[in-house]
Nanobody, 127 residues
Framework: QIQLVESGGGLAQAGGSLKLACAAS????????MGWFRQAPGKDREFVAT????????FYADSVKGRFTISRDNAKNTVYLQMNSLKPEDTAVYYC????????????????????WGQGTQVTVSS
């Protein structure tokens, strides 16, 4: 059974930083691309960032490009999201997810492409 557990959320001031982590169980973490999504109250879940198997390729939503950085440590079965220059509109529950296709070279931005999800971690940015 695959489990994804996010941590690192909390309260930050505008302009501040937070680093989220997502620890994955199971021996096959390194053969799947991973992604981060977020959902604000009253809004649909939206794509934030994704990273390929090795960490060599990444893709970001325009709203976070240049401020957020996704990375992974396959030895620790963990994917990270470093969030800098936070804005109040970044307030949301953040979810990590595993791509459903083993060894895919494609970086997916749609939620349907991911099959396992964490429980989410709340990020609140005050102005």
């Amino acid at each position: 059974q695959i489990q994804l557990v996010e941590s690192g959320g909390g309260l930050a001031q505008a302009g501040g930083s937070l680093k989220l982590a997502c620890a994955a169980s199971g021996p096959t973490f390194s053969v799947y691309a991973m992604g981060w999504f977020r959902q604000a109250p009253g809004k649909d879940r939206e794509f934030v960032a994704t990273i390929d198997l090795t960490g060599g390729s990444t893709f970001y939503a325009d709203s976070v490009k240049g401020r957020f950085t996704i990375s992974r440590d396959n030895a620790k079965n963990t994917v990270y999201l470093q969030m800098n220059s936070l804005k109040p509109e970044d307030t949301a529950v953040y979810y990590c997810a595993r791509d459903r296709t083993r060894r895919t070279p494609v970086l997916h931005t749609s939620a349907w492409a991911y099959d396992y999800w964490g429980q989410g971690t709340q990020v609140t940015v005050s102005s």
